[in-house]
């Protein structure tokens, strides 16, 4: 008999880490396309918000050809610890990011950024050996092409990560539709077309 | 010498005809992503908006099946002449759309809707065949797959039908950056995010 | 002002040529999916059987390799004229096809078949020679890849031949919904389950 | 040596769960053609009702925009246990579910679902930790696109569950020809048209 | 109605030019599998030497980097004209190569080689002009990527050039199987492993 | 420290198995193309003939729809083994097989066959769990599509086993060209265009 | 026969138009890989400038979100006219512009540019209307993606333009190696590794 | 609680293997397009450089078809080990390479080399099995196709292998950009149009 352990999200034990989705970093990302990039991560991030998770967010270099961060993300949560690194690469070497991870008092981390090789997997495989458990958004994390991307995806779940994508993150942090089914509903459709389509058609028919 | 004449897009004698983007019809949409589609539907709707032009909506049966046209087109055009179609599937067998597309008093018309082979393809060779100018949005009109929609591609060109994608409809409408430097700007940022990001990251340095 | 006149397919002068979709040649066709390319082989026979188009069914070399014509299709149309060809790879090569076609007295003809760069392309491109409108049905017609496709189309297209998809053949046939709304609606939701999904969707709400 | 276990499909320990095979939810689908899809699904219904295994439907409001089940789902097993859960979007989380699944007696569980990565893998997850052995079939499970497949399918087989697709199901069921030839041959030529090919070809030489 | 004319191709009128078929340029060729291609460009050159075309062999500077001619392509035409170019990028600018093609007699060129857009287009714009029906082969000739492919076949196209796969030059010019069962069968099964599967099931039957 | 013991192919301790590389089968195979995948089986089994591996022959039901064995490989192997299984879906099941395995005397297993995802995976996972090493050969079994491919490789690679394609086996089997330069520098040329292609242009210059 | 007249390039006929390679911009070209499109980029300028060509640098809102010319290029042609467009988006609607290109006193117009469907293709219709000879080069030409691509080309196609890929042009440009053996080579070593690894293993030999 | 252990890449501790980068072998290469992989390829050859790592070059056969190694690897490698294998395909059958190897005194390998099936998988499972922590850079490594490619990636990461493309390399030394801003910054910005249009663009509002 398997002795797996199905370590599900949680609300109550999960945080967020929003690494480096800056302006001038996001045209390095080409294994999606941008306008269904911008959707998963501003739909990662309205999820997070939803269910009320400390979120972090960090940035590399804003100065420079980086850019600034994402102007939707600074807008969605301008109470969050925020973390302009100096020069790390690996947000994980910050010793301020580290504590704002652990004052979130949270085990579970939900990981998106760009790009998916570098700022993400090294912080994912910083944080799984600090302890945490980690899961990396598969779609709300970006890099230079699908070759980048899968060998990256290879390296972090061998080390344990979990790979998810923004909607297993809602729905396995909702666990019941009847939590609240006005709200994971907009959610959804407000970054699922598909879904939103489902639910006009059927509110026509009322 | 060619005798080829330029025959471009002018704001004073174009209208757009939106034709069948309905909840329902849009799951028979699969040569695009979900995300983009809506994206250039959306961008298209807010084009031909920005520069004011004559604007016709019709639908194919919203009652049934097919769903009702998707509502942020409705909000956005409340008071263009809306044509719901009683059975035609080619909305030019219609009388009431080809007397409204007549008392726009343009010559030129921007087409795009669901499916590009069909709903689209059918009223563009009637359009030409009637005398207009006719401009296919190809990234605004959907359908089954690449190769539906290369066929159909196909057979309007060789009629004489331009195939345009929606950011050449705002150019080639707009002409001169200098007309309205924040209008453009701001209607290309809107759907195109890394057009977003280039002016984000400009408007930092300032 | 184009001169382009807008032949469109018309139930009562149309009639249906099915080529060689016989079993042993259905596995050179490698430019659709197997259980796809059989389902919109069967889409186009229930299209032409339901608006009761002529239609005529022949083969190449059915006791050899090529195999048999497949099944489905003869039970489709168990009266049609059927014209095993003795060895004529053109099927307009062959006088008794050349005859069944004249004697439909109909100018358009929709054609699909196997392979589409030889048993559709060179009936297609003798048929348009010899006066008539000539439809192919592009992904009723299957080949050996994409590249062997997209040649085809275009040495026929240049003819002047019309490319069309099967929904394409059975909504300009149809005109309005009007004429047979459950009729049409049936046929759409045996061949799209996308269609089916909304009818389902839709009947359950009523 | 490796110490390997190869846990195999047993017709006589196996149960069949279907998850969420809504109309609604099946336009979410999209890393499969909608034809290919719909019989990949069928094809697994037809394998393990061929089989007698326990089978159990379940779906997610089914009132809603998420429509009902698949008819021919329903159809084919009028009999089978049926969930509708109000609410728990994994299905491991409705204790009904879990009983009838119990009440089998079954050890092998066979999964397959909309979407693979929350309805299909959260199910698998829980029912893997809960002792079964878990084997989800791939291609009769659906997701927006293939990187959440893909994310999806490392997830499930990192704890342990086995991927498989419809036909390896039918196959490692089936053993032996000779448990029954003629229903075999009949099973796989309903859902792949090029065995049933095969079958054409060689019945005419006979 | 159509004023088309369909030329074509006519075993006594028609000659094969094989342009810079070379070991070295061969590297180049990426819009095909090395193995699809050389396969292609074999089957090819069988077809024009089964149906006793003349035909004419041109190379590009073998004494460098381009490297010889693939030697089985000189093996198969021992005694065909061989035009080694000694500068000329367009081998219609080499009188030699004129006056061998003057010579044929024939009026049909079926031109193939090494890459798509400049050996083959080069010539076969040449070659239409000069008055000489042309027909390119599309399988046996290979560029860069698909890209360049696709940008030379519109420029050919639009030319008047006809495009074709080797497939359907082997059964253009061979009209009626009845003309040599046996040697069109063993042609096709030579270099399409389908057939050949076909024929060796069909064979084991008798 | 890793304690990872790299197993690697033997040419003393290595056996082949091919199985059910039938022409009726052959048409299910569309992950790869037909020219491909054939090159890519004749290939392994010249390899394996090459080093003198025992090899071992079986197919399912040849005198059925499946179709008799690829001639060129029981011409290959004429005195080999050849087991055709009356029934039994994974050869390990019939014990004729498993015993001329056995009288091998090897301990490392070459697979690969027709389809990859139950012929290849079920004797796989079957020969694992006997004891062997066990190298799939994944360009040398083919299947239904990448989807099916790519899940049996994930199942097949969890048990232990290890993937590899034709060049490694080739390669690992002969450890130093110094074996037998021309033996195989011929091998490679005989199925490597690319290869061939690099031979020529080097002899030329010699 | 064809009326055919092949229109090619001459080196004393034809001048270069570089259309709004502009750093910003770049990020919107998603239809290339980013290293392979500036690697065509360059290798166009550097082709022109190999053969001497009148060029004709040209910019859309330097100062702006649209970023600086790519600095290669500046560099490569530091005394070209070079004309900072003010507003207008298709360059033909400056006047300094229309006027630096007819000072060329050349036909041929060889155009590349960013966009492909509004910059490229609209300063493309402008000057075939103008009365010019019009090749667009399809590789130093980029866009969104590749359904934006096609239609443009389609567009600027059936306008007369001829689709050119850089080597072509080179090609094209050149006629006979031996009016500059060494130049040549070393202009496609410089952006063609393939060609490049061709002459470094034929010099070896040498 | 996990007990991953996260090795990171130390620029005092690696050491890089280039093996078989040869111009003969590159032509083998097809799973990358070519400009992209000599990008890549020379992209890392400079970031191993740059961070002084002990770099041994390796090939096999140079005097033969496999031609002579990349000449830009050489010209920036003169002083490193360089061992021209006179026969072991796995570089690490060779003394003299695993002495090199060891006379480094590192434990970290970076290996990259062609074909990634072969020369890297045989020599980094021999490595890892020696003790090594290898780091094989997916993106420097090339091969047949991507049915080779991640075969390969899926036998070498079971075996405890590190993924890794060469942007990953670099950043994972680095640690900090502040250790040298503008020597990383020069080094991305020489292999990532990209990242250098953003130094660009950004240099420009200084």
């Keep these: ?3 797996f352990k199905y370590n ?3 609300k109550d034990n ?3 880490l929003l690494v480096d989705h800056q302006t001038g970093l996001f045209s390095l990302v080409r294994d999606f396309g941008a306008a269904d990039f911008k959707n998963n991560v501003l739909a990662l991030a309205s999820t997070v918000k939803f269910f009320g998770l400390p979120t972090i967010l960090t940035t590399s270099f804003e100065q420079g050809p980086n850019g600034p961060i994402m102007p939707e993300l600074k807008e969605k949560f301008p109470d969050a610890p925020y973390i302009p690194r100096p020069g790390q690469i690996n ?3 910050n010793e301020d990011f580290v504590k704002a991870v652990a004052q979130t008092g949270r085990k579970q981390l939900i990981i998106a950024g760009i790009v998916t090789d570098v700022c993400v997997a090294f912080c994912a495989l910083s944080a799984i050996e600090a302890g945490y458990d980690v899961f990396v958004v598969t779609d709300a994390s970006g890099t230079f092409d699908e070759t980048c991307r899968y060998a990256a995806w290879e390296r972090m ?3 344990g990560i979990q790979l998810v994508n923004w909607f297993s993150v809602a729905c ?3 666990r019941d539709w009847r939590n609240d089914v006005t709200g994971l509903g907009n959610l959804l459709a407000g970054y699922i077309p598909d879904y ?3 639910m006009t058609s059927y ?3 009322q």
């Design 1 to 3: 008999m398997s002795t």
């Design 8 to 10: 599900r999200l949680d």
């Design 14 to 16: 999960a945080a967020a």
């Design 91 to 93: 947000a994980w070497d």
């Design 157 to 159: 779940s061998r080390a």
């Design 172 to 174: 396995e942090l909702h």
């Design 196 to 198: 939103k389509n489902l």
């Design 203 to 205: 509110a026509v028919k």
